[in-house]
């Protein structure tokens, strides 16, 4: 079966001339159709420049990168816009504040010459579990869960199959925390959808992914099962350290 993401030795380097500085030496890894992997690792280690690469919001990488079996590099980018979206840590710099949630979602729809726009947006707000009302609203007339879920309407409304999510849930309230999550585990369900996403908490790895990826500086450590974080189950160094330190914040060890 094609795996609905392959990226294989993924390279880029920041910077020219002696200040170069090669932040991903190469990254390989595949996600099924329909999985939910994870990316975690220290801070710096290049979680969220993976997800910029395979979202082509970063371009000038090495390697390659394929969504359904076709290269991104390769994909107009309209047509890559319907096959892959991103949702981004935080909410409130990720909406326009001068535009009303009905701009925010109707653009993307004008853009890709989608017709039905109105009943598009509003079975999209009831999808994220917003009123349909709050489409007249703007950014500072919502909460910080409820600007996520607009962004995850506006990720979600040109039906894409892969959804890039970079800590979606860092920015939020704990309680908030939890509701984004599972609105987001509901809609793979429902939907079918192949997640990728970066996140620092092992705990929202252990709530939403089938597989996970550790990072250190640039490199995957070693990927592994959700099943291989409640008795620790990394064989490298680093990964055990971070699952471990993880478990024992937790209070599980
Ligand atoms: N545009 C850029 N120019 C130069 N260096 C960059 C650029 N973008 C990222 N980097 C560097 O690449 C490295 C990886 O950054 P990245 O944001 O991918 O890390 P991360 O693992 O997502 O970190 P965090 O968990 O803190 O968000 C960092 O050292 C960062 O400084």
């Not at 920041?14 to 932040?23: D, M, Q, R, T």
């Not at 910080?144 to 999510?165: C, D, K, T």
């Not at 995957?220 to 680093?238: D, K, V």
Request: proline share 6%; glycine share 8%; net charge negative.
């Amino acid at each position: 079966m094609t795996k609905s993401v392959e990226i294989k030795d993924l390279s880029i380097t920041f910077g020219v001339g002696p200040s170069a500085v090669k932040v991903l030496p190469g990254v390989t890894f595949s996600v099924a159709p329909g999985e939910c992997f994870g990316l975690v690792g220290e801070s710096g280690s290049g979680k969220s420049t993976v997800l910029r690469c395979v979202s082509m919001l970063t371009d000038f990488w090495q390697g390659e990168v394929r969504i359904d079996g076709q290269s991104v590099r390769d994909l107009p980018q309209q047509q890559r816009c319907r096959q892959l979206q991103m949702v981004f840590q935080d909410p409130y710099g990720s909406l326009h504040p001068r535009q009303s949630v009905r701009t925010v979602l109707s653009e993307p729809l004008r853009i890709h010459g989608i017709g039905d726009r109105e009943a598009r947006m509003r079975a999209a707000m009831v999808d994220v579990g917003l009123p349909v009302d709050f489409l007249d609203r703007f950014p500072h007339q919502l909460s910080g869960g409820q600007r996520q879920r607009v962004a995850i309407a506006r990720a979600l409304i040109l039906e894409p199959s892969v959804l890039l999510l970079d800590e979606p849930t860092s920015a939020l309230d704990v309680s908030v925390q939890a509701e984004i999550l599972n609105l987001l585990a509901r809609l793979r369900e429902e939907r079918g959808f192949t997640y990728i996403m970066v996140t620092h908490d092992l705990a929202v790895v252990d709530h939403m992914c089938d597989r996970f990826a550790v990072m250190l500086h640039g490199e995957i450590t070693e990927i592994l099962p959700r099943e291989a974080i409640p008795g620790n189950g990394a064989s490298h160094p680093y990964a055990r350290e971070l699952i471990g330190a993880s478990l024992e914040y937790e209070g599980l060890m």
